[in-house]
């Protein structure tokens, strides 16, 4: 048996094989509302039916002003529930588990509203300047996150993602480079991730089935969160009772970044190791040998597939075939799979 099709279990929720669905902004929400539309449906069941083990939605947007673009899909109301109660019925009907995938852009979203950071800092020229936080918007963003969670909950998912990485809301906290505060949110490492802390704190009152939590393991630019920071943040993560650090990089500042084969796999085993948590690997995985190493070696437990996987719903079939393992059929295609 390959270890990229051996089920791994988090709580009670058990996924079929390791390969998940990264998350991935579709920006296709029609009137600005953050609801799920047909292509929403055909897009995550699609990967359902390509025997993904867990389905993650894109980024779904905890406040109105916590989104990247207005086609952002949502969960900062109670009428964005049954959309995605619907999608996850289907997806689990072909057996597939959900997560979803919390997000708050803060100074990164492109609205025409105002927009929230941490400190008035823009991200370049092309983005607004956002309102520095009081401590009263800060505590309603938290409040966001934990509403979202209870939704996602009514929704039926059954693993939550914080999106802490890519220079969006809670990486802004996270990051020196963004993060200029002088009380009790900024400055020591420790204040930086009160923010973060908070969030899942707030989230756990909602939540508890398994929450994982993706975070920027590199901001490949001077004066950034370095790798004894991310441990921190991982170490406090695990004590919080955080199931698994999906570990990405990226986003914080403008940065060119060159990326090869599995060039965020290494922190991610580093913090695997030195942090004693599950990790999910990310970010160009793209054959089932490159999946299985990172497995067996236990450099990761999870792998997330991401563009593979838009260009290729059945990347998991193509997959199994190349390490030579069989991988069950959904029920309609069982005469045609081999
Ligand atoms: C992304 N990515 C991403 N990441 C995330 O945490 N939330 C998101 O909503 C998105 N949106 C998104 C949209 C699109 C079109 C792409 C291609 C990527 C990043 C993605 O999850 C993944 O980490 C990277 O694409 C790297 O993995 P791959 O694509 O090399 O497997």
């Given at each position: 048996?390959?270890?990229?099709?051996?089920?791994?279990?988090?709580?009670?929720?058990?996924?079929?094989?390791?390969i998940v669905?990264?998350?991935?902004?579709?920006?296709?929400?029609m009137a600005?509302?953050?609801?799920?539309?047909?292509f929403?449906m055909?897009?995550?069941?699609?990967?359902?039916?390509?025997?993904?083990?867990l389905?993650?939605t894109?980024?779904?947007?905890?406040?109105?002003?916590?989104?990247?673009?207005?086609?952002?899909?949502?969960?900062?109301?109670?009428?964005?529930?049954?959309?995605?109660k619907?999608l996850?019925e289907?997806?689990?009907?072909?057996g597939a588990?959900?997560?979803?995938q919390?997000?708050?852009?803060?100074?990164?979203?492109?609205?025409?509203s105002?927009?929230?950071?941490?400190s008035?800092?823009?991200f370049?020229?092309?983005?607004?300047?956002?309102t520095g936080m009081?401590?009263?918007?800060?505590?309603?963003?938290?409040?966001?996150f934990?509403?979202?969670?209870?939704?996602?909950?009514?929704?039926?998912?059954?693993?939550?993602?914080?999106?802490?990485a890519?220079?969006?809301?809670?990486?802004?906290?996270?990051s020196?480079l963004?993060?200029?505060?002088?009380?009790?949110y900024?400055?020591?490492?420790?204040?930086r991730?009160?923010?973060l802390?908070q969030?899942i704190?707030?989230?756990?009152?909602v939540?508890?089935?398994?929450?994982?939590?993706?975070?920027?393991?590199?901001?490949?630019?001077e004066?950034?969160?370095?790798?004894?920071?991310?441990i921190?943040?991982a170490?406090?993560m695990?004590?919080?009772?955080?199931?698994?650090?999906d570990?990405?990089s990226g986003?914080v500042?403008?940065?060119?970044?060159?990326?090869?084969?599995?060039y965020?796999?290494?922190?991610c085993?580093?913090?695997?190791?030195?942090a004693s948590?599950?990790?999910?690997a990310?970010?160009?995985?793209?054959?089932g040998l490159?999946?299985?190493?990172?497995?067996?070696n236990?450099?990761a437990?999870?792998?997330?597939?991401?563009r593979?996987?838009?260009?290729?719903p059945?990347?998991a079939?193509?997959?199994?075939?190349?390490?030579?393992?069989?991988?069950?059929?959904?029920k309609q295609?069982?005469?045609g799979w081999?």
């Amino acid at each position: 048996m390959t270890k990229l099709l051996t089920p791994i279990k988090f709580d009670n929720v058990q996924l079929k094989n390791r390969i998940v669905m990264s998350p991935m902004c579709m920006y296709s929400c029609m009137a600005q509302d953050g609801k799920i539309t047909p292509f929403h449906m055909t897009h995550y069941i699609s990967r359902a039916v390509g025997q993904a083990g867990l389905v993650m939605t894109e980024a779904t947007a905890v406040m109105p002003e916590g989104r990247i673009s207005h086609e952002d899909l949502g969960i900062w109301d109670d009428n964005h529930i049954e959309g995605l109660k619907q999608l996850n019925e289907q997806l689990h009907s072909y057996g597939a588990k959900t997560g979803i995938q919390l997000a708050h852009a803060g100074r990164k979203a492109e609205l025409n509203s105002d927009i929230y950071a941490p400190s008035p800092l823009a991200f370049n020229e092309s983005l607004k300047t956002p309102t520095g936080m009081t401590a009263a918007d800060i505590n309603n963003a938290i409040k966001a996150f934990k509403e979202g969670a209870r939704r996602a909950k009514e929704a039926d998912f059954d693993i939550i993602e914080i999106h802490g990485a890519h220079g969006y809301l809670i990486n802004q906290f996270l990051s020196p480079l963004t993060n200029k505060r002088d009380d009790e949110y900024g400055g020591s490492t420790e204040n930086r991730y009160r923010f973060l802390s908070q969030v899942i704190e707030a989230v756990q009152t909602v939540w508890n089935g398994p929450l994982f939590v993706r975070i920027s393991t590199d901001e490949y630019a001077e004066g950034g969160n370095t790798l004894d920071d991310i441990i921190y943040f991982a170490t406090q993560m695990k004590q919080q009772g955080i199931e698994l650090i999906d570990c990405s990089s990226g986003g914080v500042v403008p940065a060119s970044i060159k990326p090869y084969p599995g060039y965020q796999v290494k922190r991610c085993e580093r913090i695997k190791q030195e942090a004693s948590i599950a990790t999910g690997a990310v970010g160009l995985i793209t054959t089932g040998l490159q999946a299985e190493e990172i497995l067996q070696n236990n450099r990761a437990d999870l792998v997330f597939i991401g563009r593979a996987l838009l260009r290729n719903p059945y990347w998991a079939k193509a997959a199994a075939d190349e390490l030579n393992a069989s991988l069950p059929a959904p029920k309609q295609y069982e005469r045609g799979w081999r």
